[in-house]
């Protein structure tokens, strides 16, 4: 997937150790989504997400979208992505920063057929994934106690 271009990148910084923020956004199983289980997804489109799968990949019905979302977890490289609709994929990385950790989330296109229509699709994915990326940094800052703020 690195060989894409993304379509958008958004950057921030939690001010907490890289391996806190990578543990907590790492931490996914089967079962309902949660402060303790897929912790990105938990303010999420349905409040009632529930996850099945596992150890590193997972899936989960979502209303409104009947093929669901794909989520994939790469622990040792303290990075997740989740996949959904037909064109959808989104991947966060969790490396070290000066001041803590650094996230990277960048959205691709993925899909395998109808790609010439992304872009029209997509428009306005850039400032709609940096809205959901503060309030998931919202979040971990209270959860963690610390300060999380896009760059």
């Not at 939690?14 to 806190?20: D, H, L, N, S, T």
């Not at 956004?25 to 949660?34: D, K, M, N, Q, R």
Request: net charge positive; charged share 20%.
């Amino acid at each position: 997937m690195a060989a894409k271009k993304p379509l958008c990148t958004v950057n921030a910084v939690v001010e907490a150790p890289c391996g806190v923020v990578a543990a907590l956004l790492t931490a996914v199983s089967a079962g309902p989504v949660g402060s303790d289980n897929a912790f990105f997804l938990a303010d999420g489109p349905d409040p009632a997400i529930r996850l099945r799968g596992g150890p590193s990949e997972f899936r989960a019905a979502i209303a409104g979208d009947r093929t669901g979302i794909r989520v994939e977890v790469d622990r040792a490289q303290a990075m997740l992505a989740v996949e959904g609709q037909w064109w959808f994929r989104a991947e966060c990385r969790v490396l070290p920063h000066p001041k803590g950790s650094r996230m990277i989330q960048q959205v691709f296109n993925v899909a395998t057929t109808g790609r010439w229509m992304v872009p029209m699709i997509a428009r306005g994915v850039e400032g709609k994934q940096r809205q959901s990326m503060q309030r998931l940094l919202d979040r971990i800052s209270e959860h963690l106690g610390c300060s999380a703020y896009l760059e």
